[in-house]
DNA sequence: CATGAATGAGCTTTCATTCAT
DNA sequence: AATGAATGAAAGCTCATTCAT
C-alpha cells in the first residue's frame, strides 16, 4: 500500500526494458520479446500498455522529453542571465548524458530515424524543448547580451545539433573516450557562447 | 571499357534507387524489392552487386563520402587561410544539401542508426571526413588564428553536429523552410569562426 | 432460489450477449472479452459458467433447440393432421426468425460449421428436432395421407434445408428483401406439401 | 514443355489443398502452413498466389463456382423441357457431391459463414447460379408447366436449401448414410416438381 | 551476367484462459 | 462467486536471400 505504483510498475519496467534493448541494438533490431523478458512480463502483456511495437518508442520519446524539459526548466529556475542559461543547459545536457546513457544514446540515435517516422507524433514535446533554447537566445538578444544579427530559429538547432553530436561521441566512446564531460562543457559553452556574443570580432572575421 | 561501363551502370543504377528509397522510407522500411523496382534491374541482381541489404548502405556511405571528401578537398584547393578553409566547408556541405537532399537526408538520418551498425564499417571515411575539419582547426591554431584553448577533437564534432542538425531541417523542412540556405551559411560560419577565434571576449565570457 | 435466480441471470446474459456477437461476427471472429462486455460481466466469469468458448456455442445450441423444441411442441398440441402439422411447423419456424432475427442467424449460419465441430456434442437436440419432422411425414403416411414412396428421413433433411435457407435469406435481407414471411409461408408450405401428398401428378411428372 | 502450366500448376496446387484441409478442420482452424505443406510449396509461396488466407477461401469459391457454373450448363445444353432442367440440376448436384466430397463439404459448410463474411465479393458467383434455377422455374411458368402462384424468387432458394442440406448430409454421412445418391435424387426431383406442378392438388391442399 | 519465382526463418500481435485478490 | 490483469502459445504474414533457368 506505500507503494500506489503496483500496476504502473510495469509501464515503468517495461519502458526501461525498452530504453536498453534499443540502445542495444536499435529500435529495428529490438524485438518486443526481448523487452518482455527484459521487463519480466510476458509478451502479451506490453501490448496492455502500448499500443504496439512503435508506440513503445513514441510513448518513450513524450516521457522522456517530458522528463528532460522538465528537468531543464528546474535547473533554469532562479538563473536570470540569458547567457548563464545557455551554460545551465549545456551543463544540464552533458548530466543526463552521463546519468542515462543508454536513454540518451536512444533519444540521439533513434530520434533521426524518428523524425519521420514520428512526423505526427513526439515532435510536439521535441519542437518545445527547443524553443526553450531560441526562447533563451532570443531573450539575450533583447537585453543587448547576444548580437542583433543572430537568428534564435538558426542558433536553437546550431546548438542542438552540436549537444547532440558531442553526447553521441560521449556515449558511443564510453570510457574510452579521450575527452571528459567537464572539458566538453567547457569548451562547447565557451566558444558558442563567444559565436552568439562577440561584438569585436566583427571586422576580423569580415575583414 | 564498353561493357565495363554497362556494369558499372547497373552499380549505379542501384546506389541511385538506394539512395530515392531510402530517403523515401528509411533504411529498415526499404525493402530490396522496392530498390530493385526502382533501378529497373531484377531482385536477385542486386545480390551480384552487393553481398546484402546491409552491404548496399556500406556501399553507399564509402562511396558518398568518398565523393564528399573529393568534393570538398577540391574546393579547398588553393585555399590557404584556415578560417577561410572552415568557410568553404560550411559553404560547400550546404551545396550539398542543395544539389542532393535525398542523399544528404540519407547520410543525415541513417548515419545515426549506422554509427553503430556500421561501427566495424564505413566509419574508416566518415573518420576521414572529420579528420578534415579537425585539420583545418589545428592549421588555424598553429597559425594562430584560433585560440589555444580550442580542442580540435572536440570542435571537430561540434561543427559537424551543427551542420548536419542544419542539413536535417532544410531537407525535411524542404521548401516550407523560413531560413535559406544563404542565410544559414551566413549565420552558421560568422558565429561559430567567432567562436573559434575571438580573444577579445574572454573577458566577457568569463567575468 | 433468490440467489438461484441471481446466477442464472448471469447465465442467461452471457448466452443472449453471445447470440448478438454471435450473429455480428461469426463465432471465430467473436471475442469472449466482447460477449463479456456485452453481458456486463468480468472476462473470468465466463469461466464460471461455461466451460470455453466452444462450450458457449455448444450450450447455446442446446439452449435454444430445446426451446424450439418446446415451442414447437407447444405449437402442435391438439393438431391432429399430419399436413396440418407441417403446415404448423412451417409458420412456427418463420415465426421464430421474426422473433429473434439474432438467435436464428447464429443457428443457421453457425450450425453448418459447428455440425462438425459439434459432431459429438449437441446433434443430439438438433436429431431431436428433425425428428419431429420426420414423425410427422411418417404419421402422414401411415394414414395414407403422403405418398407411399416418400422418405422421412429424406424428406426431413429436405424440408429442413428449405426452411433454413429460406431463414437465412430473411434474416440477411433484413427489411430490404423482396418477399414477406406471409407470403414465404404460404408458398413453401403450399408446394412441400404438394410434393409430398399429390397422387394424380404421377403420370404427368414420370410420363 | 507439354504443359504450359509450370507456374499454375502451384496455384491448382494450393486450391486442391486448401480444398482437403478446409474440408477436413474447417476454414477457421485451418492453418497456412497446413495448405502450404499440404500443397508442397512453402508458406511465403502462397502470398504469391493469395493476398491472404481469406483470399484463398474467395478465390476457391469464384473458381469451383465458376467450374460449377460451366457443368451446370453444359448438362443443360440440348435440354429444352424446363420440368427436365430441373432433374438434370439435381443430377448434376449430386453428382458433384459424389465426384468431389470435400470440396462440396468445403462450399456447403463454409458458404454460410461465408455469406456473411463474403458479402462484397464471391456472392455474385453464387447470385449466377441461383439465377439459373429461377431462370428455369421461370421458363416452367411461361410454358404453362408451373403454375401461375410460384415465384422463382423464392423456389430457387427453396431448392437450393434442399439440395444443400441433402447434399450436407451426404458428404458427412461417407458410407455410412442409410440412402444412396440414387435414391435422393429421384425422391428430391419427384416431389420438388411435384410441388411446382400439380394443379389438381390445389382443393386438396386448401380445403 | 541477369532473372524473378520460390523459399522459410522470424517477428509482431492476438486472444482464450488462468488465478491472485 | 466475481474480477480483470496477466499470461504465453500460436499463427498470419513479410521479405532478404537463393538458385534453376
Same mark, same amino acid.
Given at each position: 500500500?506505500?507503494?500506489?505504483?503496483?500496476?504502473?510498475?510495469?509501464?515503468?519496467?517495461? !519502458?526501461?526494458?525498452? &530504453?536498453? *534493448?534499443?540502445? #542495444?541494438?536499435?529500435?529495428?533490431?529490438? +524485438?518486443?520479446?526481448?523487452?518482455?523478458?527484459?521487463?519480466?512480463?510476458?509478451?502479451?502483456?506490453?501490448?496492455?500498455?502500448?499500443?504496439?511495437?512503435?508506440?513503445?518508442?513514441?510513448?518513450?520519446?513524450?516521457?522522456?522529453?517530458?522528463?528532460?524539459?522538465?528537468?531543464?526548466?528546474?535547473?533554469?529556475?532562479?538563473?536570470?542571465?540569458?547567457?548563464?542559461?545557455?551554460?545551465?543547459?549545456?551543463r544540464?545536457?552533458f548530466a543526463?548524458v552521463a546519468?542515462?546513457?543508454? !536513454?540518451?544514446?536512444? &533519444?540521439? *540515435?533513434?530520434? #533521426?530515424?524518428?523524425?519521420?517516422?514520428? +512526423?505526427?507524433?513526439?515532435?510536439?514535446?521535441?519542437?518545445?524543448?527547443?524553443?526553450?533554447?531560441?526562447?533563451?537566445?532570443?531573450?539575450?538578444?533583447?537585453?543587448?547580451?547576444?548580437?542583433?544579427?543572430?537568428?534564435?530559429?538558426?542558433?536553437?538547432?546550431?546548438?542542438?545539433?552540436?549537444?547532440?553530436?558531442?553526447?553521441?561521441?560521449l556515449?558511443?566512446?564510453?570510457?574510452?573516450?579521450?575527452y571528459d564531460i567537464e572539458q566538453m562543457y567547457?569548451?562547447?559553452?565557451?566558444?558558442?557562447?563567444?559565436?552568439?556574443?562577440?561584438?569585436?570580432?566583427?571586422?576580423?572575421?569580415?575583414?
Amino acid at each position: 500500500m506505500a507503494t500506489g505504483s503496483k500496476n504502473s510498475d510495469k509501464h515503468k519496467r517495461i !519502458l526501461d526494458a525498452a &530504453i536498453s *534493448v534499443f540502445a #542495444r541494438n536499435g529500435f529495428y533490431n529490438s +524485438k518486443v520479446a526481448e523487452i518482455a523478458k527484459e521487463a519480466k512480463v510476458a509478451d502479451g502483456t506490453i501490448y496492455l500498455y502500448f499500443k504496439n511495437k512503435d508506440d513503445i518508442l513514441i510513448k518513450l520519446f513524450e516521457d522522456k522529453m517530458n522528463e528532460m524539459i522538465g528537468a531543464l526548466t528546474t535547473a533554469l529556475e532562479g538563473v536570470t542571465d540569458p547567457i548563464e542559461k545557455i551554460r545551465v543547459y549545456i551543463r544540464s545536457h552533458f548530466a543526463m548524458v552521463a546519468a542515462n546513457p543508454d !536513454l540518451m544514446e536512444v &533519444i540521439t *540515435v533513434e530520434l #533521426r530515424q524518428s523524425t519521420k517516422f514520428m +512526423k505526427e507524433y513526439a515532435n510536439e514535446q521535441f519542437n518545445r524543448y527547443l524553443k526553450i533554447l531560441s526562447d533563451m537566445i532570443r531573450e539575450g538578444k533583447d537585453k543587448g547580451l547576444i548580437r542583433d544579427d543572430i537568428s534564435p530559429g538558426i542558433q536553437k538547432r546550431a546548438l542542438f545539433g552540436m549537444m547532440d553530436e558531442l553526447s553521441l561521441y560521449l556515449v558511443l566512446a564510453g570510457d574510452k573516450g579521450k575527452y571528459d564531460i567537464e572539458q566538453m562543457y567547457k569548451e562547447a559553452s565557451d566558444s558558442f557562447i563567444r559565436g552568439l556574443t562577440c561584438y569585436e570580432c566583427n571586422e576580423e572575421i569580415k575583414g
